[in-house]
Nanobody, 115 residues
Framework: QVQLVESGGGLVQPGGSLRLSCEAS????????MGWYRQVPGKERELVAT???????NFADSVRGRFTLFRDGAKRTVDLAMQNLQPEDTAVYYC?????????WGEGTLVTVSS
């Protein structure tokens, strides 16, 4: 069973930065795609950023230019570097890995942007 473990969440002031890390229990190039999603209470989980096995990245419009992804095959990690964070970025952030139509999820890490 694939395991994804997130780390790096916390409280940050508006305009600040955070870096989330997702470590997979197996070779990340086994996955068609990995990435990050986020969810706030009462809303559906939404895509933040993904990277496919070929290295192509995709970002939500709301984070493009502020967030970026880093992938490290040796460490089996996909990191989400977030800059210029705003209160509307407050959410639980989930790591995702996909093999064909099967999705695997981490337990989530809370990011709170507040002064």
């Amino acid at each position: 069973q694939v395991q994804l473990v997130e780390s790096g969440g916390g409280l940050v002031q508006p305009g600040g930065s955070l870096r989330l890390s997702c470590e997979a229990s197996e070779n990340i190039f086994n996955f068609n795609e990995m990435g990050w999603y986020r969810q706030v209470p009462g809303k559906e989980r939404e895509l933040v950023a993904t990277i496919n096995v070929g290295g192509t990245k995709n970002f939500a419009d709301s984070v493009r230019g502020r967030f970026t992804l880093f992938r490290d095959g040796a460490k089996r990690t996909v990191d989400l570097a977030m800059q210029n964070l705003q209160p509307e970025d407050t959410a639980v952030y989930y790591c995702n890995a996909r093999i064909l139509r099967k999705n695997f999820w981490g337990e989530g890490t809370l990011v709170t942007v507040s002064s």
